[in-house]
């Protein structure tokens, strides 16, 4: 079985502050991991993803995530954040093979940046 | 390119009333379709995949259906709807683990 837990539903941080969102698996093996955005009465957008190489991802806007095998983690990153960042963030996992791809998704983390 | 549409954008619907929601892949065949749920404030359920027309299988029982009737269309529907129904609805499409969400559709039932 394969999960996903963000453990902080919500999170504030003030505009220019660094941010940093937790994202736990679970999973047998390596798996590919994503992280979403989805921004109000939107649909999901793609941040980054990672696959295999170099643990730390680079992906849009100035956000990174940096995969540990041995914390199960993929924490999102980003140095300094916009009120613009303010969204709801999505962990996710799909295993490495198969012709059916099943992409879980973690609870969330809603973000406000304040001003 | 590869583009995916949902249809409509939103909708209020009564209790017990039917329920009939498109999506369409333009630019890509024979694509891995998928319909996912979310709840107000919640995260996301898949609720259905289909690996090619005409095949659908389901992962969680919501008292939903959904048919693909061509390569490009996944539809979403039900007879009666229930008040547990109200939500967002994503359909997507997905290429060797690569996953692109259509815009939604949201769904308030009364």
């Known amino acids: 079985a394969q999960s996903v837990t963000q453990p902080d539903a919500r999170v504030t941080v003030s505009e220019g502050a660094s941010l940093q969102l937790r994202c736990k698996y679970s999973?047998?093996?390596?798996?590919?991991l994503f992280w979403y955005v989805q921004y109000p009465r939107q649909g999901l957008q793609l941040l980054l993803k990672?696959?295999?190489?170099?643990?730390v991802v680079q992906g849009v806007n100035s956000f990174e995530a940096e995969f540990s095998k041995s914390n199960s983690s993929f924490h999102l990153q980003k140095a300094s954040v916009h009120w613009s960042d303010s969204a709801v963030y999505f962990c996710?996992?799909?295993?490495?093979?198969?012709?059916?791809?099943?992409?879980?998704f973690g609870a969330g983390t809603r973000l406000a940046v304040c001003p | 390119a590869q583009t995916i549409h949902q249809w409509p954008v939103a909708e209020i619907k009564a209790v017990g009333s039917p329920l009939s929601l498109g999506c369409t892949i333009k630019?890509?065949?024979?694509?891995?379709l998928y319909w996912y749920w979310q709840a107000t404030g919640g995260t996301l359920q898949q609720l259905f995949y289909?690996?090619?027309?005409?095949?659908v299988e389901s992962v969680v029982q919501l008292n939903l259906s959904a048919s693909r009737p061509k390569d490009d269309q996944f539809i979403l529907s039900t007879e009666k709807l229930l008040l547990s129904h109200s939500g967002f609805y994503l359909c997507?499409?997905?290429?060797?683990?690569?996953?692109?969400f259509g815009s939604g559709t949201r769904l308030l039932v009364i």
């Open positions: 999973y047998s093996a390596t798996p590919y």
């Open positions: 996710a996992l799909s295993p490495l093979s198969g012709s059916f791809n099943k992409l879980t």
């Open positions: 289909s690996i090619t027309v005409g095949q």
């Open positions: 990672y696959y295999s190489g170099d643990p």
């Open positions: 997507a499409w997905s290429l060797n683990s690569d996953y692109t």
């Open positions: 630019g890509k065949s024979s694509p891995n």
